[in-house]
């Protein structure tokens, strides 16, 4: 059971971090298709610079003496470059969508296309392979938070609660749960969250009261892209051993329709997402889940076909989009170029 | 406005610009010194001065540097030419993953235009390619990594600038299977690359289990084996396979046996989060992780330099048009002794294995077990779970 939340939140954070990206940006009335784009530049970026730090010896004491609080601080600090380089990257798409008022979908749809290119190019540069990987260790070795650095003994069983959140997760994944709620609550409960929201449905209106739109769209789209990179990265550091292959296996695609899963409210996407990812870990592990801990592994044990578990994910998402989608409700002023004179 | 737009803009583009340049600077490093015999200090590619390029390799599905089967088979042929001189260039059929025949005719013609005069071609895949272009280009020699028969062309004459290599990779599997048995591992697992079709994983994976049965017996001690073909199938890394293999870390496995090209890749990420072991494939793979406890080794670098080297030595007859079989008996084959972690399995205990596979007192079944077959390799001692 503890295996089994552990490994859908691995598979949930990224999915959940990034819808919520998308809904900033969305919200301020930007469709960013871009969110796979921004991923994969936001993982390359987080993978370039780990590499490099590693390169230049700043943790290697900190590694040698296996001092994690340090270890920790450096996942904190490439989660910040990450989501920076994921900032200045989604100016590419605000600047086109908000200022040449070019068509949205194809501004996201270019830096999708760019993006993986660019990646590829500037990896084939770096590493001389398609591969982009830290240069010493694995993510787990230098990242993972185990129970021995909370005190615990090695072979100690530890209650229900600890061995799911304390022993063999990434810090990544709390710091995203903490950001998605900060933000969740800036969204709904400040001036500038309903602000945001309100160049999202009625620019027009927004403008006449005195807010300036074209600023509330680019802290949109800057928020967005922040958020995808750091997703991007977290996605690499959890799933990929902190490799960035110009690909983030549809992750940000999958996001997006998590996010209208979810119907662009932030506790629905929560939810989506973990339900997604709960699929998605069924169907990778059914053969090795334990659920109540007997020792038999039911699920194996039925005897179905391995591609039914791999199908599982997409037909429950489809089928609660099918009983869910008639409430669906977009933001109204989502993909429409602000133009004053338009009433 | 316009002049704080303008402002962003540069930034954006001097950003980028520091981005591109950090990346560009980095792999300068490598390449101030160059030692013949370590294959990671000659560069990857170079640039002759009459633009051709006398030894050339094509690489298999999966990337150049995979840190296995197409990366030690380049090194050979980087080691080769490097010592005596030639110039060489490798070709990544298009398409990746989904590389088709005609990506494969087409990398294969473009080494041919490029002036190759013997051409490397790692993997089994790339039969069919082979024999129209191999028919086509009779002046060219080909070696071909990891093919267990004589290459024919269309009408069935077999081609005699074709060498076929392959390998005992069941000798290699036996060694391993058998050595982390006697070191006290009884949970064992298997994950292997190319769907459970690719021969030479399947002769590596039956080895494994016949060797882990042969301690099994000999200690009297149960084992059991996850064996699974499943996301592999195109050697690649993926979340699945890494989340699938932290299952069986939870479930007790204690060390898996990684088959396949840059499953590596998942397979350690798994291991390093569980604190469990893992089995190389092809080349010693104990420098990339500190899970690896040893590696199933096949010489693709000794057997491809070896097989350059009989082209130049005007000695192809010996290879061309035949399959050679290299195996214990080339010490082509084997565990690297030098750089394992085991402890209660001896390097003499290890050495009379290999000595008694050398004299043909030990055998080992090289039947290639596909897909689920494996089952019927499940004795008293041992049981195989096949996740399939």
């Known amino acids: 059971m503890s295996f089994l939340i552990r490994q859908t939140l691995i598979y949930a954070v990224p999915l959940m971090i990034v819808a919520l990206a998308g809904v900033f940006a969305e919200r301020s009335g930007i469709i960013n298709l871009a969110l796979e784009g921004i991923m994969i530049f936001g993982a390359f970026v987080g993978v370039l610079f780990v590499r490099l730090v590693q390169q230049w010896g700043w943790f290697d004491v900190a590694k040698q003496m296996d001092n994690w609080v ?20 989604s100016l590419l798409l605000a600047f086109a969508a908000i200022n040449l008022r070019a068509d949205q979908t194809i501004g996201g749809t270019a830096l999708n296309l760019m993006a993986p290119a660019l990646v590829l190019f500037l990896i084939r540069l770096i590493a001389n392979q398609n591969t982009l990987q830290m240069a010493t260790g694995d993510a787990a070795s230098w990242f993972m938070l185990k129970k021995t650095m909370f005190g615990f003994d090695k072979n100690a069983e530890l209650g229900f609660f600890a061995s799911t959140f304390l022993d063999k997760v990434y810090l990544t994944t709390y710091v995203c749960i903490l950001v998605f709620v900060i933000l969740s609550i800036i969204l709904y409960k400040t001036r500038f969250g309903l602000r945001l929201r309100s160049c999202g449905e009625n620019p027009q209106a927004a403008d006449s009261l005195g807010i300036n739109v074209v600023k509330m769209r680019y802290a949109g789209v800057t928020i967005s892209g922040a958020l995808a990179g750091m997703g991007g990265f977290v996605y690499a550091l959890t799933t990929a051993n902190c490799a960035s292959t110009g690909d983030v296996a549809g992750f940000g695609f999958l996001a997006l329709a998590v996010m209208i899963f979810g119907n662009w409210k ?3 996407i929560a939810g989506a997402a973990m339900l997604f990812g709960l699929f998605k870990c069924i169907a990778a592990a059914y053969a090795s889940l334990d659920i109540n801990g007997d020792g038999v592994f039911l699920l194996a044990n039925l005897g179905l076909n391995a591609n039914f578990y791999r199908l599982l994910p997409y037909l429950v998402t489809l089928l609660v989009l099918a009983f869910t989608s008639k409430s669906s409700r977009a933001p109204k002023a989502e993909g429409i170029p602000y133009d004053k004179g338009q009433r | 406005m316009k002049k704080f737009l303008a402002l962003l803009l540069a930034l ?7 981005a591109c340049g950090g990346g560009g600077s980095a792999p300068a490093e490598g390449d101030k010194t160059t030692d013949a015999s370590d294959p990671d200090s000659i560069e990857d590619s170079v640039t002759a001065s009459d633009n051709t390029y006398e030894v050339a390799f094509i690489t298999d599905v999966g990337q150049l540097k995979d840190k296995s089967f197409n990366q030690g088979t380049y090194d050979g042929v980087k080691l080769y030419a490097a010592a005596n001189g030639k110039d060489y260039k490798y070709y990544q059929p298009a398409n990746g993953d989904q590389a088709t025949d005609d990506d494969r005719v087409k990398a294969m013609q473009d080494a041919v235009d490029g002036g190759a005069e ?3 071609a790692a993997g089994f895949m790339q039969e069919t390619a082979m024999m129209s272009v191999a028919a086509a280009n009779p002046d060219v020699k080909f070696v071909f990594i990891d093919c267990d028969h004589p290459v024919a062309d269309a009408n069935g004459a077999v081609l005699d600038n074709v060498a076929a290599i392959s390998f005992q990779e069941e000798q290699s599997g036996y060694l391993a299977g058998y050595a982390v048995v006697k070191e006290g591992y009884t949970q064992l697992g298997f994950a292997g690359g190319g769907g459970g079709t690719n021969p030479a994983c399947c002769r590596y994976g039956y080895g494994y289990v016949q060797g882990a049965a042969a301690a099994a017996e000999e200690m009297g001690v149960d084992v059991s084996i996850n064996y699974t073909w499943q996301y592999g199938d195109t050697f690649s890394a993926s979340p699945e396979l890494q989340t699938m293999i932290s299952g069986w870390y939870e479930n007790g496995i204690e060390i898996v046996f990684s088959c396949g090209g840059s499953i590596f890749q998942s397979i350690t990420a798994a291991a390093a989060e569980n604190e469990g072991d893992v089995i190389g494939v092809d080349v010693d793979q104990s420098f990339e992780s500190d899970t690896v406890v040893t590696s199933a080794l096949k010489g693709l670098t000794e ?28 010490d082509s084959v084997g565990l690297p002794t030098a750089t394992w972690s085991l402890e209660n399995f001896s390097v003499d205990e290890y050495n009379t294995l290999v000595s008694s596979l050398k004299d043909g007192t030990l055998k080992v079944d090289n039947s290639v077990l596909a ?9 008293d001692h041992v049981t195989i779970n096949y996740v399939g």
């Open chain 1, 70 to 89: 340090a270890l920790q601080g450096f996942v904190l600090m490439t989660m910040v470059v990450a989501a920076v380089l994921g900032a200045v990257f």
């Open chain 1, 266 to 268: 932030p506790l629905n």
């Open chain 2, 12 to 18: 954006v583009m001097v950003l980028s610009l520091a």
């Open chain 2, 118 to 120: 013997i051409i490397v």
């Open chain 2, 303 to 330: 057997a491809t330099t070896w097989a350059i080297g009989k082209f130049y030595n005007d000695e192809w007859a010996d290879i061309g048009g035949v399959n050679t079989v290299r195996g214990i008996n080339d």
């Open chain 2, 371 to 379: 897909g689920g077959d494996i089952v019927q390799a499940a004795t």
